[in-house]
Structure formats: structure tokens, C-alpha cells
């Protein structure tokens, strides 16, 4: 199982990162971090710089094809930035027309918003993305972990740091299943 996290040069919530990362390794997948630029991504934990972790692909030169599967981790400004490249969008709506799991949590459904792969869906995220996601035609809900199977994919979303066992639960069960 091949699982693509795709984030921007910074601003990714580092523990959203590192949780989902050890959920694909225990599920014995392999990860491949992707981004809008070469080098290094800027991990935060909240506002405060945290750790740094290495590019392994960049989102204009690279499939969802290749995958598996998509994760998007959160932290404010990281699906802020994403959500304005165009490859970053289009590699994001490849999984949803290839019809692969796709996991999001916290503001990482901002992506999604823009990607406009959203109609139809039910899912949570960071309550201040609420009105956002409704405008997208989808159904937002207050709940740890949302797992929505109704449009050509698997939809995982949770809403924050403190949702993760959650979160790394659906996505091993997914991702495995």
C-alpha cells in the first residue's frame, strides 16, 4: 500500500503529520511525502516551529495514479497554501476521479472545498471550515471521526489533534481493509 500525504513547504500541524504517518507504517504501508516545492517541509506545532521532514516527491510531477491512497493533514496554513496551487489541487481531486481513499483532518478539507469534490459528502473538520464545507454542497457534522462512503471514494475526516486514535483507527481499517 503506497499512501501519499501531500502538504505544503510549511505550515502542516506536525502531530497531524507524524500520527498518520506511524498509522500507514503499523498498517505496513509505505508513506512518500508530497509537496508544491523540492526540499524540506516546515512542520508546527500550532504556531511554534517544529521538526522538518524531507520531500519525497512534488505534486506537478507526480499521480495519484501512483498511490494507493491520500492523506492531508491539517494545521492552518498548510491547506490555506495548497488550496492556491494548481497541481496540488488537481493531484488532490485525481484520488477522488480514481475513486481511492482519501484521509483530512482539521483544516485540510479547505483542499477539498477547492477541489469542488466535496457535493454530496458528509464530513467534520475544524468547526471554523463549517459554513465553508456547507457551501460546497457537503453536510459538515461535529463528530471525532467521519467515514463517508456515498461518492466514488472513501472520505475519512476528523476534526482535530485531539480526534487522532480516531483518526489512525479508520485510516489502518481503510487502508487495510
Do not use: Y
Not at 502542516?12 to 503529520?17: A, G, K, S
Not at 498509522?23 to 517544529?50: N, P, Y
Not at 482519501?102 to 459528502?121: F, N, T, Y
Request: some cysteine.
Amino acid at each position: 500500500m503506497r499512501v501519499a500525504f501531500l502538504m505544503a513547504p510549511e505550515g502542516v500541524e506536525q502531530i497531524e503529520l507524524t500520527e498518520a504517518l506511524s498509522a500507514v507504517s503499523e498498517a505496513g504501508g509505505e508513506s512518500q511525502l508530497v509537496s508544491t516545492a523540492t526540499g524540506r517541509i516546515q512542520a508546527f506545532d500550532h504556531l511554534d516551529k517544529a521538526d522538518t521532514f524531507a520531500v519525497d516527491r512534488v505534486a506537478s510531477d507526480t499521480s495519484a495514479s501512483e498511490f494507493d491512497a491520500l492523506v492531508l493533514p491539517g494545521g492552518v496554513a498548510n491547506p490555506d497554501l495548497l488550496r492556491t496551487d494548481d497541481a496540488a489541487v488537481a493531484f488532490a481531486s485525481g484520488f477522488f476521479d480514481a475513486g481511492k481513499p482519501v484521509a483530512a483532518i482539521c483544516h485540510a478539507p479547505w483542499l477539498l472545498v477547492e477541489a469542488d469534490v466535496l457535493r454530496g459528502r458528509t464530513l467534520t473538520s475544524w468547526p471554523s471550515l463549517r459554513t465553508d464545507i456547507r457551501n460546497a454542497g457537503a453536510t459538515w457534522t461535529d463528530e471525532e471521526v467521519v467515514i463517508d462512503t456515498h461518492g466514488p471514494n472513501t472520505l475519512i475526516t476528523s476534526r482535530n489533534p485531539g480526534d487522532l486514535p480516531a483518526f489512525r483507527a479508520a485510516i489502518i481499517k481503510e487502508f487495510t481493509g
